[in-house]
């Protein structure tokens, strides 16, 4: 069983730029979460989707934002990238919604120069 | 609010020593606890999950932890520490909306 896919695996963008990630869960998973990870601030939620909607929503301005597809692939975005952004951001995936055992993918380094 | 409390930041144990990582959670006991172990450049990699059917649980890699309601705590456990321990480790706390993770400890083990 393939786990969860996170493309690219490193990124470099400029200032005030924007970004896309993308997250391939689990066969047969329906929630995808998105973290923040950084040295200083620890592990991060973003968000999750199940069903194409977003659920759940942690303490990040509306510069990040997320959408899933059909298929529960799922796709983040930053806008107006700011040095602060810098960080490995891990996507997750669970069966059904909420926190309950989920599955992480190798995440996304983003540099912000 | 609902919170993971790791104390401390990085733990060193020689080759073959005792691992003890400690977790402590606050507010209403959780329906769920598990531990993750991040290696360098890796996503988290789930070790062991606790869902009340049993306060011990054993995971891979030979860890296991304790769940202790009386102390709040998830300590995680092996009894003999491998080369390949070396790594971060996270305890989180589910069952709302979210996971809720602890700052991580890192693990140096020592040849």
């Known amino acids: 069983k393939a786990g969860v896919t996170q493309t690219p695996r490193y990124l470099i963008k400029t200032r005030g730029q924007q970004v896309t990630l993308s997250c391939s869960p689990i066969?047969?998973?329906?929630?995808v979460s998105w973290y923040q990870q950084t040295p200083g601030q620890g592990l991060q939620f973003l968000f999750e989707?199940?069903?194409?909607?977003?659920?759940n929503k942690g303490n990040f301005p509306g510069r990040f934002s997320g959408r899933q597809f059909s298929n529960s692939r799922s796709e983040m975005n930053v806008s107006t990238l700011e040095l602060g952004d810098s960080a490995l951001y891990l996507c997750?995936?669970?069966?059904?919604?909420?926190?309950?055992?989920?599955?992480f993918g190798q995440g996304t380094r983003l540099t912000v120069v | 609010a609902q919170s993971v409390t790791q104390l401390g930041s990085h733990v060193s144990v020689s080759e073959g020593a005792l691992v003890l990582l400690r977790c402590n959670y606050s507010?209403?006991?959780?329906?769920?606890l598990f531990w993750y172990v991040q290696y360098p450049n890796q996503g988290l990699q789930l070790l062991l999950k606790?869902?009340?059917?049993?306060?011990l649980v054993k995971g891979i890699n030979g860890f296991e932890a304790e769940f202790k309601k009386s102390e709040t705590s998830f300590h995680l456990t092996k009894p003999s520490a491998h080369m390949s321990d070396a790594a971060e480790y996270f305890c989180?706390?589910?069952?709302?909306?979210?996971?809720?993770f602890g700052k991580g400890m890192k693990l140096t083990v020592n040849p």
């Open positions: 997750a995936s669970s069966l059904v919604l909420g926190g309950t055992e989920a599955f």
């Open positions: 066969s047969g998973h329906r929630s």
């Open positions: 989707y199940f069903s194409e909607t977003q659920r």
């Open positions: 507010s209403s006991v959780p329906p769920y």
């Open positions: 606790y869902t009340s059917a049993a306060t």
């Open positions: 989180a706390r589910g069952g709302s909306e979210k996971l809720v």
